[in-house]
């Protein structure tokens, strides 16, 4: 006789095990799946990131090198400007002391003016605004006063203009510190993962870029000999000279440089003062669009936001500070997204 018993259930507690055992088991296939080794980057996508990187830097360096320049002019004009409201401080008080000799000999002869005598202990504005004071006055003594009421007036102009750029400048060090940490932080990123290669790979990578430097020299040079004349030629022969120097930035020369800063110095090594950021040099002179218009020693201006610039070397070749890590060498001009040119 078949048994009529229903199956016995398992017990709570056994469906519990059951249960965390199953989940145990997913989640470690899981962790097994997220714990198996990533790929780690090939050479060719840590130079990409490296690049960008860089390019990132320079971008944070012009910006760098805009506030230090700003920082530089408001200290000269500071410095003016206080030298200006000490000489005026020195005219005013000897403007003081003279209508006080006048005071005083009339009090000694006993016939100072009761507006005079009011004026020695108070501000003269009181006094010139109202026409009934003046008649009061002789004409050596309103001269003497109205002296005295307008360098006080350019002394106060002064002084809080001195105080606004005190302001101004405060802030400027302030944007030119995070900058600098900007920058900073950049190129430790891109150190680190240049750090991820071995050094054969590292070795790999500068021969690659010192190949197509090589390249690049020989392509401008096939043409470029004897082609640059005047000032530009000259910025071209200086900025020649320096050649194989290394990035650093921030650097006017001449023993390293910045992409601007080498710009800079070649012109002036030319006689010629140009100004110091690349955003700034893109507005001097005559822009030229067409590649095959520009003659050698033009500077030449890349991205969309011109934080980048060098000078043309002929043979859509150009002679540049590039990024940190690099030095000034010559490279194809289709390696970067070229803006136009400028004819100093």
Same mark, same amino acid.
């Given at each position: 006789? @078949?048994s009529?018993?229903?199956?016995k259930?398992?017990?709570?507690?056994?469906v519990t095990?059951?249960t965390t055992a %199953?989940?145990?088991?997913?989640?470690?296939?899981?962790?097994?799946?997220?714990?198996a080794?990533s790929?780690?980057?090939?050479?060719?996508?840590v130079k990409s990131?490296?690049d960008?990187l860089?390019?990132?830097?320079e971008?944070?360096?012009?910006?760098?090198?805009?506030?230090k320049e700003?920082?530089d002019?408001?200290?000269?004009e500071?410095?003016?400007?206080?030298?200006?409201?000490?000489?005026g401080?020195?005219?005013?008080?000897?403007?003081?002391?003279?209508?006080? &000799?006048?005071?005083s000999?009339q009090?000694?002869?006993?016939?100072?003016?009761?507006?005079?005598?009011?004026?020695?202990?108070?501000n003269?504005?009181?006094y010139?605004?109202?026409?009934?004071?003046?008649?009061q006055?002789?004409?050596?003594?309103?001269? %003497?006063l109205?002296?005295i009421?307008?360098k006080q007036?350019e002394? @106060?102009q002064?002084?809080q203009?001195? &105080?606004?750029?005190l302001?101004?400048?405060?802030? &400027?060090?302030?944007?030119?510190?995070k900058?600098?940490?900007?920058?900073q932080g950049?190129?430790a990123?891109?150190?680190?993962?240049?750090?991820?290669?071995?050094?054969?790979?590292?070795a790999?990578?500068?021969?690659?870029?010192?190949? @197509?430097? !090589?390249?690049s020299?020989?392509?401008?040079?096939?043409?470029?000999?004897?082609?640059g004349?005047?000032r530009a030629?000259?910025?071209?022969?200086?900025a020649q000279?320096r050649?194989g120097?290394?990035?650093?930035?921030?650097a006017?020369?001449?023993?390293?440089?910045?992409c601007?800063?080498?710009?800079?110095?070649?012109?002036?090594?030319?006689?010629?003062s140009?100004? !110091?950021?690349?955003?700034?040099?893109?507005?001097?002179?005559?822009?030229?669009?067409?590649?095959?218009?520009?003659?050698?020693?033009?500077?030449?201006?890349?991205?969309?936001?011109?934080?980048h610039?060098?000078?043309?070397?002929?043979?859509n070749?150009?002679?540049h500070?590039?990024?940190t890590?690099?030095?000034?060498?010559?490279?194809?001009?289709?390696?970067?997204?070229?803006?136009?040119g400028?004819r100093v």
């Amino acid at each position: 006789m @078949a048994s009529h018993r229903r199956p016995k259930q398992p017990s709570r507690a056994r469906v519990t095990v059951l249960t965390t055992a %199953a989940a145990a088991a997913v989640a470690f296939s899981a962790n097994a799946a997220n714990a198996a080794p990533s790929a780690k980057p090939s050479v060719d996508e840590v130079k990409s990131k490296v690049d960008q990187l860089y390019q990132d830097a320079e971008k944070a360096t012009e910006q760098y090198n805009g506030a230090k320049e700003k920082q530089d002019k408001l200290q000269k004009e500071i410095s003016t400007l206080q030298d200006k409201v000490a000489r005026g401080q020195e005219e005013l008080n000897k403007l003081r002391d003279g209508i006080g &000799t006048m005071a005083s000999a009339q009090y000694r002869t006993g016939s100072i003016d009761p507006s005079v005598q009011l004026f020695l202990s108070s501000n003269p504005d009181d006094y010139l605004d109202k026409a009934s004071t003046l008649d009061q006055l002789s004409s050596q003594q309103v001269e %003497a006063l109205k002296k005295i009421q307008e360098k006080q007036r350019e002394l @106060a102009q002064e002084r809080q203009e001195a &105080t606004d750029k005190l302001k101004d400048l405060a802030a &400027t060090r302030t944007e030119l510190g995070k900058k600098k940490q900007e920058v900073q932080g950049k190129l430790a990123a891109a150190q680190q993962l240049l750090n991820s290669l071995t050094a054969q790979q590292r070795a790999a990578l500068q021969a690659d870029q010192q190949r @197509a430097s !090589r390249a690049s020299e020989r392509a401008a040079l096939s043409v470029s000999v004897g082609v640059g004349s005047g000032r530009a030629g000259a910025a071209f022969s200086a900025a020649q000279s320096r050649y194989g120097k290394p990035y650093v930035y921030g650097a006017t020369g001449p023993d390293s440089f910045d992409c601007s800063g080498l710009t800079s110095w070649a012109y002036a090594q030319a006689g010629v003062s140009i100004p !110091r950021t690349s955003e700034e040099q893109a507005n001097i002179g005559t822009r030229i669009y067409n590649v095959s218009d520009l003659k050698v020693g033009d500077l030449v201006f890349f991205y969309g936001d011109l934080h980048h610039v060098g000078l043309y070397a002929g043979n859509n070749t150009v002679l540049h500070a590039p990024h940190t890590g690099a030095f000034v060498r010559y490279e194809s001009m289709n390696d970067m997204p070229f803006q136009f040119g400028v004819r100093v």
